[in-house]
């Protein structure tokens, strides 16, 4: 690796694991999963990754599309956080790398989630130098125009930015806008954080 100067985090797959996402609703609720699943797809995506609509407006469209009774005062957004869990192996990696570099996140987000998940311990409660969130600023990887608006907040060149992610797309992104990259292997989360470890520490 050439000298880094600044590693950007990923937050979902990487400081902590959300393939549990909506298993609470889902059950509570007595929806199918995977029908459930199929409504974030396309423009709802699309428009809650850019900050147009809230997850809680996304949960409006849910109750009226599965014909959901008593679900109106449902906090949707803490329960799809409550199916998160945190890699705290991830999170001591931040702590550590924190003393030797400038450390930021990067992520696909929603509104609302962000100051929670800190909250919550799902993402490391460290001093960022810089926090990029799709929903704040209408551009979401793997779009060029996000990567290029973070390299200019941090003030370093495009090589000597790191980005660590779990998305193949998101890390291709990434190096076509001229940073380095680490693919998170969400399967394999030990082997990653010890790759990282020795590369960067």
């Known amino acids: 690796m050439k000298k880094i100067k600044f590693i950007y985090f990923d937050i979902g797959g990487v400081m902590n694991d959300w393939s549990d996402s909506f298993r609470t609703v889902t059950s509570k609720f007595k929806i199918n999963f995977e029908e459930f699943n199929k409504l974030w797809s396309g423009k709802i995506w699309d428009d809650i990754t850019r900050g147009k609509i809230s997850p809680q407006d996304v949960w409006k469209l849910a109750i009226k599309k599965f014909g959901l009774k008593n679900a109106d005062n449902y906090n949707f957004v803490e329960s799809w956080m409550g199916d998160y869990r945190p890699r705290l192996e991830v999170h001591e990696l931040a702590r550590q790398l924190s003393k030797k570099y400038k450390i930021g996140l990067i992520s696909n987000l929603y ?60 890390i291709e992104g990434a190096k076509k806008s001229g940073w380095q990259t680490f693919w998170f292997g969400e399967k394999n989360v030990k082997e990653s954080v010890f790759k990282l470890s020795k590369l960067l520490l």
């Open 111 to 170: 509104k609302g989630m962000m100051p929670r998940l800190i909250e919550k311990g799902m993402v490391t409660d460290i001093k960022y130098s810089v926090v990029v969130l799709s929903y704040e600023v209408g551009f979401r990887k793997p779009e060029r125009e996000i990567y290029k608006l973070a390299t200019n907040l941090v003030g370093v060149k495009e090589e000597e930015i790191l980005l660590i992610d779990d998305r193949k797309d998101f």
